[in-house]
């Protein structure tokens, strides 16, 4: 975050994003122990650096309610700004009960824990002020992070806003850890589940953290991986419709001159155009009684019509190129334009069915004069 600073000088949704994760980066790093204790020496008091974690906390909950309040402006005029308001009293509560009855000496079971009980009230103001402010700002972020998600199209962001929402509703199980954990110390029973608080609220804590960190990052995410699978379509399509380009190559009028390509998608433009001048240049060679023949031994085969249409295409346009290879002339074309497709995409999967065709046993078979032509198929 110290390298996104610039993001201060961007909008309220920007500045409170960058605050929001800055002071929680705070936070994390003072859950190290060296960290916790290096500050808490430098404090100068027990309990002193907790106090400051927690208030940090605070500090990011402020910011986020911030942030979904930028989202949604009429919302927020409403409410002006009333969660500054709440933080204020709390961070208030916190300091002036820390300040008047501070604590004396950290109890030996929490030595090496980064949040700080005893049995005293004010220790238990400062908790109830803490926790009170961190469930009223969890509240309002679940509330606004579900409803974003609601009005947000099916897709990655729904999901995200979704996963977002989930790791909100797990911060809740911080909140009833804490309850219950502030509980037994005031009932004298505190040290005994020292050991079962660490533990549960580390599991709590990163899985409220997984979650909304993917959420955050998941239509980014998804976005990656589908330019990762886009450019491996596109590598699979050039290798799928290269033996074809290369029969026909000789055949279409690009054959002379190569643009310069800059990436595969460029190289598939440059493929898929090749093929189709191709064609347009043997479309006087191809017999269109061949071709109506071809796709009536296909279905008398006992494939299927689209297939056997596609087999029937690929066949006559074989006979073509032969044609004209042995110097036969051209006749006036009465075929209609070959299938194709209404984008990029679909013109690909349109010529990748023709190159699968092009070496499918019936065409070889029906190309060879094999009268036949059921049995290469079945074989």
Not at 4 to 29: E, I, K
Not at 336 to 363: I, K, S, T
């Amino acid at each position: 975050m110290a390298a996104r600073a610039r993001m201060l000088r961007g909008s309220t949704t920007a500045r409170s994003l960058w605050v929001a994760l800055a002071v929680l980066g705070l936070v994390q790093l003072l859950q190290v122990d060296v960290a916790y204790r290096g500050l808490e020496q430098l404090l100068g008091h027990p309990g002193s650096a907790a106090l400051l974690a927690h208030a940090l906390t605070v500090v990011a909950a402020a910011a986020t309610r911030e942030l979904h309040s930028s989202l949604d402006p009429h919302r927020a005029a409403r409410r002006a700004n009333r969660h500054y308001a709440w933080a204020g009293v709390a961070l208030a509560t916190m300091l002036v009960t820390f300040a008047v009855a501070p604590p004396t000496v950290v109890p030996p079971s929490l030595r090496h824990r980064s949040e700080y009980y005893d049995a005293a009230v004010p220790t238990a103001l400062t908790w109830a002020a803490y926790l009170s402010y961190l469930t009223w700002a969890l509240t309002g972020m679940f509330s606004a992070t579900r409803r974003f998600a609601r009005q947000a199209p099916v897709g990655p962001l729904r999901t995200g806003l979704r996963l977002g929402a989930a790791g909100i509703g797990v911060g809740f199980g911080y909140v009833a850890l804490k309850v219950a954990v502030v509980a037994a110390w005031l009932s004298g029973a505190g040290p005994s589940v020292v050991r079962f608080d660490a533990v549960t609220e580390a599991a709590v804590l990163s899985c409220c953290l997984l979650l909304i960190g993917t959420g955050s990052a998941y239509e980014a995410i998804s976005a990656h991986l589908a330019a990762v699978r886009r450019r491996a379509a596109r590598r699979r399509s050039l290798r799928r419709l290269q033996p074809l380009a290369a029969v026909l190559q000789p055949d279409s009028p690009g054959n002379g001159y190569r643009l310069p390509v800059t990436g595969d998608q460029h190289r598939l433009i440059l493929q898929v155009t090749d093929i189709r001048d191709a064609q347009r240049a043997l479309r006087g060679f191809v017999d269109p009684a061949a071709r109506a023949d071809a796709e009536a031994a296909a279905r008398t085969a006992g494939i299927g019509r689209d297939q056997a249409a596609v087999l029937a295409e690929a066949a006559a346009l074989e006979l073509a190129r032969r044609a004209k290879a042995s110097g036969a002339r051209a006749r006036p074309s009465v075929l209609h334009a070959p299938a194709g497709g209404r984008d990029l995409d679909e013109e690909v999967r349109c010529l990748e069915r023709l190159a699968a065709a092009y070496d499918h046993p019936f065409v070889r078979a029906y190309i060879a004069g094999d009268d036949n032509v059921a049995e290469p198929r079945a074989s």
